[in-house]
């Protein structure tokens, strides 16, 4: 229907336009005189322009779009440049070309008004400045053209596909485990690994802190000395990290700690999954690997805020989880008794939950969130703030005061 409505405009255009014409020529031939004909001569360039510009095909205008590439991180500035070539050389006034974006750049389409002339090649560039979160779809551009009268237009939108993907934002953090779980039972340590005690490899002088079932009693015989088992070093420190999608203005910093706590973790040689809830689940198995990091990078990258239930809500539902000898980090924007109380019930399996619970950059506890924080301590569960700007300071001690 738009269609249709735009040709019906432009051919009553053309008809006035041949209309002016003949007026003008009539005008000349009845009044005569210097005045009238001139007047019919300087109108008549315009007017075979504006035909030649009614019959110029705007569709054998070619679009190009160029990106210099096609991954980046929120806040990167993004550099397009874009190129119209054209089959002749016919004189165009102007062309204005309208890229339209996708709505989720959150920013209007880039407009630019260029004057090509006779010039079968026309190049502009136009930049984003901070690009968000998300992936972004490039559909369309706009062309319009048109005569020195205003008479004729010419529009056409033309198809120009290109996609980008923007990943969150991340800050280099150095990854502290609170805790790591062993076969003898829980234990607080800031060690990497752990021994395999199913799997002896060798012998080794006795050291303190080595457990009495660990001494060779053979190889302590044959040497008169104390020896113990060497055993394999392997490594246990699994982190199941959940992500709270629920509603919330502070989502984009959830999601950028996320990234980089999952990011530290898997740099720091640990293996760590991923869990969201949104109108989907996802569920990313604990791993580690550079693919396996690229992998939640690209999920976080589209995760929206549109769950309908609580973190706590979520947790309920994923009672299997509980079985697994594994740490959780459940990283959210807002603590209730419901969440702690949750966390309490999963510690109890797991040994410790800590909760990390994200305030804006200057931004205090309140009370109540002072008061949950104690409640959470007195049930084994962990609860640190960490302040947008600020994330490199979660494993670095940092409570509630």
């Keep these: 229907m738009k269609e249709k409505l ?33 007047l019919f001569y300087s109108f008549l360039p315009f007017a075979i322009y504006s035909i030649a510009v009614s019959l110029y095909p705007i569709m054998d205008v070619q679009i190009e779009r160029h ?14 440049q874009m190129i119209l070539r054209r089959t002749n050389s016919f004189p165009l006034f102007y062309i204005f070309v309208e890229d339209l974006l996708s709505e989720t750049l959150k920013t209007p389409g880039k407009k630019a008004l260029l004057f090509p002339g006779f010039k079968k090649e026309i190049i502009f560039d136009y930049s984003i400045d901070d690009l968000p979160r998300g992936e972004h779809i490039f559909h369309s551009v706009k062309l319009k053209t048109g005569d020195l009268l205003g008479m004729i237009e010419k529009e056409r939108e033309a198809k120009s596909d290109s996609k980008i993907i923007v990943y969150p934002s991340f800050t280099e953090m150095l990854y502290r485990p609170f805790e790591n779980h062993y076969d003898q039972g829980m234990t607080a340590s800031r060690e990497r690994v752990q021994r395999d005690t199913t799997m002896a490899i060798g012998i080794r002088d006795y050291q303190p802190g080595d457990r009495f079932s660990w001494i060779n009693w053979k190889a302590t015989a044959k040497r008169n000395e104390i020896m113990t088992k060497e055993f394999e070093q392997r490594q246990s420190h699994d982190v199941m990290v959940v992500l709270d999608c629920a509603p919330e203005p502070r989502f984009e910093a959830n999601v950028s700690f996320t990234a980089s706590v999952t990011r530290a973790i898997l740099k720091k040689g640990a293996q760590v999954g991923l869990l969201t809830v949104t109108r989907e689940r996802a569920s990313f198995p604990i791993r580690g690997g550079e693919s396996h990091l690229q992998q939640i990078f690209y999920h976080l990258a589209k995760v929206q805020p549109v769950c309908a239930v609580s973190v706590d809500k979520v947790l309920e539902a994923e009672m299997f989880y509980t079985g697994q000898n594994v740490t959780m980090m459940i990283v959210t924007s807002t603590l209730t008794k419901q969440l702690i109380e949750k966390a309490s019930f999963l510690g109890q399996k797991k040994g410790m939950v800590t909760i990390f619970l994200l305030k804006n950059e200057k931004e205090s506890p309140s009370n109540e969130e002072l008061s949950l924080k104690t409640v959470g301590n007195t049930r084994g569960v962990r609860v640190i703030m960490v302040h947008e700007h600020q994330f490199e300071t979660a494993f670095s001690e940092v409570t509630l005061r």
Excluded: D, R
């Design 6 to 38: 735009a040709a019906i405009k432009h051919t009553w255009k053309f008809i006035v336009l041949l209309v002016l014409v003949v007026l003008a020529f009539c005008y000349a031939m009845f009044q005569g005189g210097f005045v009238s004909w001139f």
């Design 67 to 80: 990106l210099p590439k096609h991954e980046f991180n929120a806040g990167e500035p993004l550099k397009v």
